[in-house]
């Protein structure tokens, strides 16, 4: 009796994983390694949306004036985003010549296209300008009626807690940084992990403990063919990657 439970149980646990959804592809910083693009640009954003990416991640930062930018580095041509306002980061010039673009000014071009809004919270300089960065990426993400494409990632578990707490109750919250497992981050109510590939070869487990509790498992930042192949066998959601037409050609 409790032979065939087992056997019954495998068979079960083979149809679920049949069936479940495709690996998708989210581009890292959008998709900037193409002509006329760059890192976290307008431009990357589009082309991640032109060639139908499921996502496009993007770094956001809060500036001395408190306003929002999209940048990955802390100190970029020399100029720090903590320490300098928007009107000079806003001077700065990308390598495809585009202006470092406002959060706001990036969400106006993301309006025009159909990819989902994977927005990294960069950790900033204490706690308290999280929450203030949360709550104005919020307001904003919901004034310009983004609220359904939108999904939070930080390595700050305190950003991660907040955009729980403050964004609208369905919204997809990963945490990036490593440590908790997927049992920890149910229980803080996030979406799942969306952690650094060495940490699924360490733990290729938690991808399916993750699916058991009904959330899913993002990884990044996979450019190698070997690692996506086994990261999509493995029934990995996303991946996100610097190379989204390798990923692409993966899935075919
Ligand atoms: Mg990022």
Request: with cysteine.
């Amino acid at each position: 009796m409790r032979f065939r439970t087992i056997i019954i149980t495998s068979i079960f646990i083979a149809i679920v994983s049949q069936m479940q959804a495709q690996t998708q592809v989210i581009a890292h910083r959008g998709f900037w390694k193409t002509e006329g693009s760059a890192q976290n640009s307008i431009a990357a954003l589009l082309k991640a949306d032109s060639i139908g990416c499921y996502g496009s991640e993007f770094d956001v930062w809060l500036t001395k004036d408190n306003e929002l930018v999209v940048n990955h580095d802390p100190i970029y041509k020399m100029r720090s985003m903590e320490h300098s306002t928007l009107e000079e980061l806003t001077k700065l010039r990308l390598n495809n010549g585009e202006e470092l673009p406002s959060l706001e000014k990036y969400l106006k071009a993301a309006q025009k296209t159909n990819t989902r809004l994977i927005l990294e919270l960069k950790k900033l300089r204490n706690e308290r300008q999280e929450t203030t960065a949360v709550e104005k990426i919020v307001r904003l993400i919901k004034l310009m009626n983004l609220e359904q494409r939108v999904e939070y990632i930080s390595f700050s578990l305190h950003a991660v807690k907040e955009f729980i707490r403050l964004a609208p109750p369905q919204t997809p919250v990963f945490y990036l940084g490593g440590e908790l497992t997927p049992q920890e981050l149910k229980e803080l109510g996030c979406a799942g992990p969306d952690y650094q590939v060495g940490i699924f070869k360490k733990h290729p487990e938690w991808i399916m403990e993750c699916h058991k509790l009904g959330m899913k498992a993002n990884v990044w930042t996979v450019d190698k063919e070997e690692d996506m192949k086994w990261l999509i066998k493995l029934g990995i959601d996303f991946i996100t990657t610097n190379e989204p037409l390798i990923l692409q050609k993966q899935l075919k």
